[in-house]
Nanobody, 115 residues
Framework: QVQLVESGGGMVQAGGSLRLSCAAS????????MAWYRQAPGKQRELVAV???????NYADSVKGRFTISRDNTKNTVYLQMNSLEPEDTAVYYC?????????WGQGTLVTVSS
C-alpha cells in the first residue's frame, strides 16, 4: 500500500516562507508526476505546481515567481518552497503522486497566512 506523508504546514505572517514536504512510502515505482494542490475554505481544489519525471515544472499563475516545486527521486519526495506568502495562500495543501497505473493523494497540511 502506498502512503504519502506531508509535513511543513503551519502559520506564518504575510511575506514569510514555508517549505512543504511529501514523502511516498510503500510499493510505488516509476513515478511520473508529483504535484501540489490546495483547497481554500469554500473553494474548489486547484493545482498549485507540478513536476514531471522529465524535469519540467508548471505553476499556477497566482504562485509563479513565489513558489518552487522540487523533487528527490531517490527518496520519492516532493517539496514546495513557498516564499512571499500572502493571506490568499491560506489553504489545505495536498500532494499527489502519479504513476502510469495509479494516483495517490496525501492527507493534506494546513497553511495559514496572517496579514
Amino acid at each position: 500500500q502506498v502512503q504519502l506523508v506531508e509535513s511543513g504546514g503551519g502559520m506564518v505572517q504575510a511575506g514569510g516562507s514555508l517549505r512543504l514536504s511529501c514523502a511516498a512510502s510503500g510499493s510505488i515505482f516509476n513515478i511520473n508526476a508529483m504535484a501540489w494542490y490546495r483547497q481554500a475554505p469554500g473553494k474548489q481544489r486547484e493545482l498549485v505546481a507540478v513536476s514531471s519525471s522529465g524535469g519540467s515544472t508548471n505553476y499556477a499563475d497566482s504562485v509563479k515567481g513565489r513558489f518552487t516545486i522540487s523533487r528527490d527521486n531517490t527518496k520519492n519526495t516532493v517539496y514546495l518552497q513557498m516564499n512571499s506568502l500572502e493571506p490568499e495562500d491560506t489553504a489545505v495543501y495536498y500532494c499527489k503522486v502519479s504513476t502510469r497505473y495509479l494516483a495517490v493523494w496525501g492527507q493534506g497540511t494546513l497553511v495559514t497566512v496572517s496579514s
